[in-house]
């Protein structure tokens, strides 16, 4: 346990945010723009999940809710990272989400993996360039090459879902490669949810769209989320409860429908049990029974009488059940 004046080696010993070389050494951005790009990777984890409020970052940082503002639209306009808006279940907006894009800037550093070494003199070893610990490797471990492939495969799997949201729109006109391009431009997940907004403004207002391209990239630079938008993840949720309900409804009917043709038998074979003077008893009764039945077609006069017959039976079953 280290006491206050103590000398100490940082390395590994503290939790906090990762701040790359690369946005470090960056001119064009300010102090605080950095540090938020730090503490937003922070907040997006494994799996990128990134959706702090100003007031969260703010005081996370150490500043005020303004600046906080000033250096996510920084972030924002050098194109670092991609604000997405989220609604509540209510339909009113609450914290945006962060999506982080890939920049050339990463493209400057060359990270050493760790436990390689440079050896520059007498064994010692340069500690100049970029390292980091196994938890968090700037690179992949994967080769080059698999790594295309892994993006590849991304990319063609997220233009078939795009290609899938788009069907039935005019918007499906654009080419894979503008698709590809808008992709690697504002990143995989910010226009994917981009796309699926345009394909659902579009079939409420089937407004003429010419340039499915520009209009992309119009609302890809907007981040205008419509108020009556639901996202795609919730209407897949409720369409499957309306499924599921639909579903639970056919059951109960079946079972209802198997029921009365169950019941439907038992009547047709009581009656068919019964001698023909019972039967055409039944049948006088029925047809004496009210004057609407007097003009009515054999057929329906049986069909009368079979549950006249069946009534009989079942008052008499609940009789009997009774006594005993």
Known sequence: MHSVGDIYIPWRLFTGSLIPNSVLKCCDLSPTAKLFFGRLSQFGGENGDSYPSYNILALEVGIERRQAMRAVKELEKFGLICRV???????????????????????????????????????????????????????????PKENHTKDKNLVNTTTEEIRLLLSGTPLSKISDKE?????????????????????????????????????????????????????????????????????????????????????????????????????????????????????LPDVAIDSISKLIVWEQRSQMDTIETSSE
């Open 85 to 143: 808006k989220r609604l509540k279940d209510d339909g009113g907006f609450t914290s945006n989400e962060y999506v982080f894009l890939w920049h050339t800037i990463f493209s400057e550093d060359e990270p050493v993996l760790p436990g390689d070494t440079d050896v520059t003199r007498d064994g010692v070893t340069d500690v100049t360039k970029p390292r980091c610990h196994s938890r968090h490797p700037l690179v992949s471990e994967m080769s």
């Open 179 to 295: 698709l590809k391009v808008l992709m690697k431009r504002h990143g995989i997940k910010c226009f994917l949810a981009v796309a699926d907004i345009a394909a659902e403004t579009w079939r409420r207002e089937l407004k003429d769209i010419r340039n499915p391209g520009g209009y992309f990239q119009a609302l890809c630079e907007s981040h205008v989320v419509p108020e009556w938008y639901e996202p795609l993840e919730e209407r897949n949720a409720r369409m499957a409860l309306v499924a599921e309900r639909k579903r639970t409804d056919a059951m109960k009917q079946s079972e209802q429908d198997a029921i009365e043709e169950k019941e439907s038998q038992e009547r047709e074979n009581h009656w068919r049990s019964l001698s023909d003077k019972d039967r055409e008893k039944f049948r006088a009764e029925a047809a004496i029974s009210s004057p609407i039945f007097l003009n």
